[in-house]
């Protein structure tokens, strides 16, 4: 019995270990599946569920006239999964084939960029952008192991057009330049969201009814510029540069009334599209990013301040020293040449600094900070792209006995070209200046307008009577007798001024020179300022000659687009001349000849061979019909041969202030002109030596006998 007992006892005992595996097995059960349950069920969304984000499109950036400036390419790239393929000789062949059949590459290349790589290697790029044929050729084969991704790259549509303005983007679709930048929280709208699940081999798969958050798209930016007058102020500077061997060059052109910018450029320049093929000093909008002491364009501060105040008549005169230089509290301030007595338009017209800092002692350093703060230097012009610089305007009480001479004539001042831009806009626009502004519009996919901008005016800077007073001042500036007698257009009246500014460069001036010009037209409805810089031009270092050729071009462009600006002779109409004026050509070379010709677009016919000129019919200063043909008689030249680095001084005596002006400059001299009008004297005489680089003074006066005897009178 004890033994049976016993034997039963054991049995029992092992018949309850048994139980006690499904037991615990149960227990677990109930623990896992009630207990902590949630738990695990959370761990297991957070490993099997993952979220891939659905790319928004970037918004697209339009020009003035609804082209499309920036837009977005959809590019797609096909890489492969080499350990997921069945059949992997079979199925690489296909892939080849297929890719090679529309890039024009062999399919044995294809084949080698799969053998060649590691052997573990699990992502094999094939190719990084496919045309959208292949993407969908290749979805079809439905190969287990081929990758194909679509992605986004933007694209901008004219290369380099306006790319200083539009910015460019980096590899993760964010803009580092240009409105890109400035705009790019709303350029590139919100990631959208799609839940999927992976495998235990973490290969990713989309399910049915899988949630999903929508991507918002971004809003699209419509611009003030103008493709046009953008194209047209590129090309201009670009050519203008390559003449002038200038290193650099920025233009702005603007809206006076408004502020929109119509255009603003820079070379060198570069395409967004490969903004990695020019180094990063040369994708700096120098339009915002630079300040530079303005030179003679700053002038406009002086003039405003004296006549608002009135410090100065308009019939005074101004004697400056036979030698052009003065001693001003210990330093030398020198004029471009020795220019005479002037009264107070000829100060601004030949751009006097010894007169024009006189002038400004008459004005309190408190009175004159404020009119060129009013002007808008010293402070940014809160315009809409990044990178602006605010300049640089010292306060009254840092000023040294010399700071106000000296920065009437636009030194101890920095400013960026576009605050000189907007002071002579404020004095186009009557008075008022406004906030510059690129962005018109933002408009969502739809085209609803999200926000728009409207132009504002930012102040005051002098009362109407004192605009009307200065402006034919500076009209005078672009005259004959003028130091921007380049940048006249027959018909169109222009006002403005030139700026040529020596370098501060390591703590002292060079003689490396910035040449600017600013301007606005027409004088009795102003519809644009343009506004030219050079940097270290070398084929003068004035800026009438240089950036007022440019601004030239620019303007002569601009103001033909649409015929919206007629042009106009001295009595306000339509220019319509059936005669033309014979130039003086007599004794020219031949070459400089018919350049003169053919820029005034006078038809000619050259009798014979030779170098010079020897006679014109009709003779210089005649009158004739426009379509009638000017003969020029050549012959050899009999004069000695010219030493290097010398000009002969050619005959100006009854040639226009212009045509003087070119003639001078195309042999490598200066000139300075006293008076306006047909020239009557000259020195040194025609036919000397003289070195390149040195000046000629010419006296010129009007046609009319009052004009002569006044001029008589004053010399």
Known sequence: MSERSSLMGRMFLLLGLLLLLPAGIMLQILRVNFIEGEGYRELWNSQAIDFLPIPAQRGNIYDSNGSQLATNLTIYKVALDPQLLNDRNEQIQLISQTIARHTGRTVQ???????????RSRYIVLERSVPVQVFEDLNELNI??????????????????A?????????????????????????????????????????????????????????SLFTTIDSQIQAIAE????????????????????????????????????????????ENENRRNFAVSDIIEPGSTFKLTTALAAVDQNLVSFDAL?????????????????????????NFKQVIAQSSNIATSEIAQRIKPETYYQYARNLGFGSPTQIDLPGELEGRLQRPYEWSKVTLPWMSIGYEVQATPLQITMAYAAIANNGHLMKPFVVESIRDEYGNIIESTQPKRVRRVADEETIQKIIPIFESVVSDSGTAGWASIDGLRIAGKTGTAQKFIDGRYRAQYRASFVGFFPVENPRYVIYVLLDEPRTSIYGGFTAGSIFKEVANRVSGLGNTIPRSNLNGHIAEQDSIVAPKLNGLDTATAEMILKNQQIPYRAIGKGNIV????????????????????????????????????????????????????SRGLHIVTVGSGTIYTQFPKAGELMQKGR?????????????????AANS
């Open 318 to 342: 101004f004697v400056t020293p036979d030698n052009g230089q003065v001693q001003i509290h210990g330093q030398t301030m020198r004029d471009h040449d020795p220019l005479g007595t002037l």
């Open 235 to 278: 090309e201009e500077l670009e050519s203008g540069l390559k003449t002038h061997l200038a290193k650099k060059g920025t233009i702005i052109v603007m809206d006076p009334k408004t502020g929109a910018i119509k255009a603003m450029a820079n070379y060198p320049t570069f395409n967004p599209n490969s903004p990695a093929t020019i």
């Open 614 to 665: 020897a006679e014109q019919i009709p003779a210089a200063g005649s009158e004739f019909e426009r379509n009638e043909i000017l003969e020029i008689r050549l012959s050899n030249s009999t004069t000695d041969s010219i030493p290097d680095g010398f000009a002969r001084i050619p005959d100006l005596r009854d040639t226009s202030m212009r045509q003087a002006t070119y003639l001078l400059m």
């Open 109 to 119: 290349h294809y084949k080698n960029s799969i053998q060649n790589a590691p052997n």
């Open 695 to 711: 000046t000629v003074t010419v006296r010129g006066r009007a046609r009319s006998m009052n004009s002569t005897s006044s001029i």
């Open 163 to 219: 790319s200083h303005l539009l910015g460019f983007m980096n590899h993760d679709m964010n803009g580092m330049a240009g409105l890109e930048q400035k705009y790019n929280d709303i350029l590139k709208g919100e990631d959208g969201l799609q839940q999927v699940r992976k495998d235990r081999f973490n290969n990713i798969f989309a399910y049915v009814g899988a949630p999903r958050k929508l991507p918002m798209q971004g809003y």
């Open 144 to 161: 287990r192991g081929l990758i194909l991704e679509e992605q986004f790259r933007r694209n901008y549509n004219f290369g380099t057009l």
